[in-house]
Every structure is written in structure tokens, then in C-alpha cells.
């Protein structure tokens, strides 16, 4: 039987010095690489913009609603939801593309998600219902960009919300109906 030995001496590296041995080198890349994956993760994380819910029917302003994310990832994105009660038309789109339209008359909840094809790869899920508001903090439109509610993330800096956000025990979200034990994310 042959050894299992390694027969390649310990390679060096472009880190490695007279005092430092390969392991302890290696060790710095590790350092540096978990460095750089966090400064890059704060940096990727997505930050609330703006946030509003507009009554657009042409002849009886609630018949048809239109609602808007914008938010700043790598750079600023905002989405539409336009949704009328009457015809069942549904529309979602980014950045002025249609991503997703639909007519389902009758429909009163709204599940799409798709990912985008660009250099961020964000994963974004649109959750809405036209029931009634269960009270006035609630929100029957909900987004949620790589698996984190829109409400829940930090306000773009120097700007002033005047939106609730966060989460609080009561039930406060199309999500919470949906999702009772809590959202998770779909698994790739």
C-alpha cells in the first residue's frame, strides 16, 4: 500500500513573509475576504426612500390604486403597483419596466416575486390584498427586497419619513396574514 502522504511541499504565497508561516497567511486572507464580504454587505444593504398610496381611477378615484416603493440599493429603484379593483388589471413594474401584468378579476391578493438581472441580483416580492384596512397603520401593500420587508429597512440618510415603519406585535401586514409564523424567504 502507498502512503497517503502529501508529496507537494507547503506552497508559499504572494502574503507569506520571512517571519510568517503559510497557515498564518492564509489566515489573513480569510481576515481580508470576511472584511471586504461585510463592508460589502453594509453597502449592498437596501435603504427606504419613499413610500406612497395614491387613489388613480379616472372616474371614481378608488377603483383603481397605485403604489410606490423607491428605495437605493447599489442605486436608486423605485416600483409601481398599479392595481384597479374594477377591471382586475395588475400591474408591477421597476425602474419604468413592466416586469409583471396580469388581469384577474375578482382576485383579492397579489403574490409575484421575481429577481432582477442586473449587477445587484436583488429578490423582490410584492404582497397585496384590496381588503379593508383592519386599521389605519396597516398596510395592505408590502414589498420585500432579499427577503426583508420594505417597512423594516433603514430610512435613506437625511430623509425625513413620516411613514410607520418597523414591526410591532399587533397586526399590522398583509404579511402577517399570509405568513403568521413569519416570512422565509424561498430557498434557491
Known sequence: RKSRRNIYPE??????TNRDNHSQAKAKVVHLIQETQATNMEHATARQVS????????????SKIRVTWSFVSDRKHEIILAWSKTTGKQEITMDGEVIWFARHKGRSVLDHHWTTRDDES?????LATCAPKIHDNFRNYDLLIDGKLFASLPQYEGLDSSQPTGQTTDLNSIIQILYPEGYIPPAE
Do not use: H, I, P, Q
Not at 11 to 16: E, L, M, N, R, V
Open 11 to 16: 506552497a508559499t504565497c504572494s502574503f507569506c
Open 51 to 62: 413610500y406612497s398610496e395614491e387613489n388613480v381611477g379616472k372616474k371614481v378615484k378608488r
Open 122 to 126: 436583488l429578490k423582490l416580492r410584492v
